[in-house]
Nanobody
């Protein structure tokens, strides 16, 4: 199985910055897409940003120009640099990764989520 552990959330003032980190571990053969999603209480989880294995990125319109997603394939880690944070960015942020476990001759797909990290933007 693949486990994802997020870190880096917290309280920040409007206009401030935070960097989220998500590390994947387990019997990973390859990771295709990694991403960040967020969810407010009573609302659906929504896409923030994704990045593929060849560093192709996709962002929600609401975060374009403020957030940057990146990854370190050697460490199976994805980052989300969040700048110019706004009160409406306050949510629980979840990491997602999908790929393959096992070996070249015995692969299985996985699609895993982290436990979530709280981001609060308030003065």
């Amino acid at each position: 199985q693949v486990q994802l552990v997020e870190s880096g959330g917290g309280l920040v003032q409007p206009g401030g910055s935070l960097r989220l980190t998500c590390a994947a571990s387990g019997s990973i053969f390859s990771i295709n897409t990694m991403g960040w999603y967020r969810q407010a209480p009573g609302k659906q989880r929504e896409l923030v940003a994704t990045i593929t294995s060849n560093d192709s990125t996709n962002y929600a319109d609401s975060v374009k120009g403020r957030f940057t997603i990146s990854r370190d394939n050697a460490k199976n880690t994805v980052y989300l640099q969040m700048n110019s944070l706004k009160p409406e960015d306050k949510d629980v942020y979840y990491c997602n990764a999908e790929g393959n476990t096992g070996s070249y001759y015995d692969m299985e797909k996985f699609d895993s989520w982290g436990q979530g990290t709280q981001v609060t933007v308030s003065s």
